[in-house]
Nanobody, 129 residues
Framework: QLQLVESGGGLVQPGGSLRLSCAAS????????IGWFRQAPGKEREGLSC????????KYVYSVKGRFTISRDNAENTVYLQMNSMKPEDTAVYYC??????????????????????WGQGTQVTVSS
Protein backbone atom coordinates (compact mmCIF):
# COMPACT_ATOMS: atom_id res chain seq x y z
CA GLN A 1 0.00 0.00 0.00
CA LEU A 2 1.44 3.32 -1.12
CA GLN A 3 2.07 5.71 1.76
CA LEU A 4 3.67 9.15 1.96
CA VAL A 5 4.68 10.82 5.22
CA GLU A 6 5.96 14.39 5.38
CA SER A 7 8.19 15.71 8.15
CA GLY A 8 10.48 18.61 8.89
CA GLY A 9 7.98 21.42 9.19
CA GLY A 10 8.09 23.99 11.96
CA LEU A 11 8.60 27.62 12.81
CA VAL A 12 11.38 29.54 11.06
CA GLN A 13 12.30 33.20 10.92
CA PRO A 14 12.19 35.14 7.67
CA GLY A 15 15.36 34.49 5.71
CA GLY A 16 15.82 31.13 7.40
CA SER A 17 15.84 27.60 6.02
CA LEU A 18 13.98 24.34 6.49
CA ARG A 19 14.27 20.95 4.87
CA LEU A 20 11.15 18.91 4.40
CA SER A 21 11.22 15.16 3.92
CA CYS A 22 8.70 12.93 2.21
CA ALA A 23 9.19 9.31 3.21
CA ALA A 24 7.53 6.92 0.80
CA SER A 25 6.71 3.26 1.15
CA UNK A 26 4.80 0.59 -0.68
CA UNK A 27 5.98 1.33 -4.21
CA UNK A 28 8.94 1.28 -6.57
CA UNK A 29 10.31 4.83 -6.36
CA UNK A 30 11.54 5.03 -9.95
CA UNK A 31 7.98 4.58 -11.20
CA UNK A 32 6.64 7.65 -9.43
CA UNK A 33 7.23 11.34 -9.88
CA ILE A 34 6.88 13.25 -6.61
CA GLY A 35 5.50 16.73 -6.25
CA TRP A 36 5.48 19.22 -3.41
CA PHE A 37 2.41 21.35 -2.89
CA ARG A 38 1.27 23.79 -0.25
CA GLN A 39 -1.96 25.31 0.97
CA ALA A 40 -2.09 28.53 2.93
CA PRO A 41 -5.14 29.49 5.02
CA GLY A 42 -7.94 30.70 2.82
CA LYS A 43 -6.10 29.88 -0.39
CA GLU A 44 -6.18 27.09 -2.91
CA ARG A 45 -3.52 24.42 -2.89
CA GLU A 46 -0.65 25.25 -5.24
CA GLY A 47 2.06 23.16 -6.82
CA LEU A 48 5.63 24.16 -6.01
CA SER A 49 8.04 21.65 -7.43
CA CYS A 50 8.31 18.16 -8.81
CA UNK A 51 10.99 15.58 -9.46
CA UNK A 52 10.84 12.71 -11.91
CA UNK A 53 11.10 9.09 -10.85
CA UNK A 54 14.68 8.90 -12.08
CA UNK A 55 15.55 12.17 -10.33
CA UNK A 56 16.95 13.57 -13.56
CA UNK A 57 14.22 16.13 -14.13
CA UNK A 58 13.01 18.79 -11.74
CA LYS A 59 10.62 21.70 -12.10
CA TYR A 60 9.74 24.71 -9.98
CA VAL A 61 7.10 27.38 -10.04
CA TYR A 62 8.32 30.95 -10.29
CA SER A 63 7.56 31.86 -6.69
CA VAL A 64 10.07 29.34 -5.29
CA LYS A 65 12.60 28.99 -8.09
CA GLY A 66 16.07 29.82 -6.84
CA ARG A 67 15.01 29.44 -3.20
CA PHE A 68 13.71 25.86 -3.01
CA THR A 69 15.51 22.73 -4.17
CA ILE A 70 13.91 19.34 -4.63
CA SER A 71 15.90 16.12 -4.53
CA ARG A 72 15.35 12.45 -3.99
CA ASP A 73 17.18 9.40 -2.69
CA ASN A 74 15.55 6.38 -4.28
CA ALA A 75 17.63 4.01 -2.20
CA GLU A 76 15.96 5.51 0.86
CA ASN A 77 12.67 6.15 -0.96
CA THR A 78 12.68 9.72 0.31
CA VAL A 79 12.18 13.05 -1.41
CA TYR A 80 13.40 16.31 0.07
CA LEU A 81 12.49 19.94 -0.31
CA GLN A 82 15.22 22.31 0.83
CA MET A 83 13.73 25.73 1.46
CA ASN A 84 16.03 28.73 1.79
CA SER A 85 15.49 32.49 2.06
CA MET A 86 12.07 31.84 3.42
CA LYS A 87 9.38 34.49 3.48
CA PRO A 88 6.24 34.96 5.57
CA GLU A 89 4.19 34.16 2.47
CA ASP A 90 5.71 30.67 2.49
CA THR A 91 3.60 29.91 5.56
CA ALA A 92 1.33 26.99 4.67
CA VAL A 93 0.71 23.30 5.10
CA TYR A 94 3.10 21.47 2.80
CA TYR A 95 2.18 18.20 1.11
CA CYS A 96 4.02 15.69 -1.01
CA UNK A 97 2.19 13.60 -3.56
CA UNK A 98 2.96 10.80 -6.00
CA UNK A 99 2.21 10.55 -9.72
CA UNK A 100 2.47 7.08 -11.28
CA UNK A 101 4.78 7.49 -14.29
CA UNK A 102 6.28 4.07 -15.10
CA UNK A 103 6.80 4.96 -18.77
CA UNK A 104 8.03 8.52 -18.19
CA UNK A 105 10.66 8.18 -15.50
CA UNK A 106 12.40 11.35 -16.68
CA UNK A 107 9.33 13.56 -16.59
CA UNK A 108 7.21 15.31 -14.01
CA UNK A 109 4.62 18.02 -14.01
CA UNK A 110 4.08 20.49 -11.21
CA UNK A 111 0.98 22.14 -12.62
CA UNK A 112 -1.31 19.15 -13.20
CA UNK A 113 -2.35 18.47 -9.62
CA UNK A 114 -4.99 16.02 -10.80
CA UNK A 115 -2.28 13.58 -11.88
CA UNK A 116 -1.22 13.09 -8.29
CA UNK A 117 -3.42 10.49 -6.68
CA UNK A 118 -1.53 9.65 -3.50
CA TRP A 119 -0.98 12.32 -0.87
CA GLY A 120 0.69 12.66 2.48
CA GLN A 121 -1.00 14.17 5.52
CA GLY A 122 0.91 17.45 5.33
CA THR A 123 3.34 19.30 7.58
CA GLN A 124 2.90 22.85 8.85
CA VAL A 125 5.49 25.46 7.97
CA THR A 126 5.30 28.87 9.62
CA VAL A 127 7.62 31.73 8.70
CA SER A 128 7.45 34.45 11.30
CA SER A 129 9.66 36.59 13.48
Amino acid sequence: QLQLVESGGGLVQPGGSLRLSCAASGFTPEYYAIGWFRQAPGKEREGLSCISGSGRSTKYVYSVKGRFTISRDNAENTVYLQMNSMKPEDTAVYYCAADYTPFSTNMCTVMAEGRYDSWGQGTQVTVSS
